[in-house]
């Protein structure tokens, strides 16, 4: 094993590299694919310590996808079985485990009947050999009425051009996935419309809605859809663009406001609230026990700058706002960020991550995210393009049920590629209890900046460490490899991280060198 430098900065007491972090972590046997590039979607506990993944190949010039690999393994990552699932006009949108058997949420177009079907795919977990039933069907004049086209090779060219996102739908879970929702997003140039079907765990049909909100589509931005976990109910945020635009700023105020739909199976209420005197990119709502919450990052300048984080509590039946704060980053944070206290917002800041916990306290986790293009011309004068993507620093928040900033922190990182190697970049993140964990590859070498703050670096990202970073309860925090790169043979994609348990103590990755391919299960002690 190389030789890891033990660092112990006392940066304000607060950052150290520790071995308080337990983290236990467990790796397959190696193995290569059939199909080389592959994307990790989906993983769920099997109910013994053990998972199913649902990976996703593409291939072709274009690399579009062409099939999934379904994989089961169990505690100690022996692989059980395996399956392959080609698909045609079709897509994997979710994965259940229920009772021994593993279901997964297939939405499909059949030319030949002129139907858009979304299917079940059913097997038990110990052969992983499915049998498909249609769930519900649109047909040709459905297609018509919501697409504007019908089926056929017009509809597949030109008909997804219909839909607002997601031509195959999007498919929200419940927190304990008691319910599920497809939702079809469809641009109409009268009105915001979407599509919604509701199930329970046991594919019962809950409700059936189509929502339309008597406003020009291009000017209400949807964000997201939270499902209850009891009773079903959605809950629908959108962003609504004034004066017949969609400008984010008319003089010198922000040109929209948020607006949140509860919607039932007989019944529609909604709340309106605006950014007051700031300025709100976006908004996540995130359900508690007892109240809904629409949380996310503002500025006082802007829609692309972020001065600190806000919360909206509000009540889950009446849609009352019990509770609004603004909350600016504190200067410990920006302390971490620029060395110094200093009066400057943000930028380039994008959304990975929220999570609630027992006491209803809100962790947002984001990243500073960024391209650049260049363009060049060649010798025989042609032109090139080159887009480097930027994975920069990330900012962690915490807030309390009341509305409080517990802590902000931000971590130091400069990842960048122009190259194939995006997945292994970026981080994955967990909430366990009153302590947040962040994932990331970088090198051994810690950079030591200005003003005793320290800084990961990337390194060589196909031999990477992967390093937890643990932030505690008030707001300190630690870092530790826990897979280190020479005693690998891979390295993970930490962007690609998925829990497989309710809790969030268990999280797996999937790693490539070159035709090596290896699963990671870290557990949380």
Known sequence: MKKIILLLFLIGSYVTFAQDISVKSTTSEVFKDDKKNTSLLFSESDGNGGFITVREYRSGLLQMPKGYYIDHYDAKLNQINEAEIEIDKSQIKGLMINNGTVFLLESALDTKADVFNFNILESSLSKLNFEKRTLFSLDEEEIKKFFGVGIGPFFMTNGFNQMDSNPFGEVTFSAKKNFFCVNFDIKDKEAQTQRLYVFDKDFKPVF????????????????????????????????????????????????????????????????????????????FTVRGKNKISCAGFYSEKNDFRYKGVCRFN???ETLAITKQSYMPFSEEFIKDKYGKVKDKELKNLSFRSAFINEKEDIVLNAEEFYTVTHTRSSMNGGMSTTTTYHFNDIVSVKMSRDGELLWARNINKNQSTAGAVIEYLSFSSSVIGDDTYLFINCSDKIRKISNDRIEFKQGNMKKANLYAIKIDNNGNYTFKNVVDADDSDVSYFVKQGIHTAMDGSELVFIGRKKSKKQFLKLNIM
């Open 314 to 316: 509000l009540d889950p």
């Open 208 to 283: 059936e809605r189509e929502f339309k909100r008597n406003i020009q589509d291009r000017l209400f931005q949807y964000e997201n859809i939270d499902v209850d976990d009891e009773t079903g109910e959605i809950y629908l945020l959108g962003k609504v663009f004034e004066n017949n635009s969609t400008r984010t700023k008319k003089k010198g105020k922000a040109n929209y406001n948020y607006e949140l739909h509860k919607i039932t199976a007989s019944t529609e209420k909604s709340v309106s609230f605006s950014p007051d005197e700031n300025f709100i990119g976006s908004l």
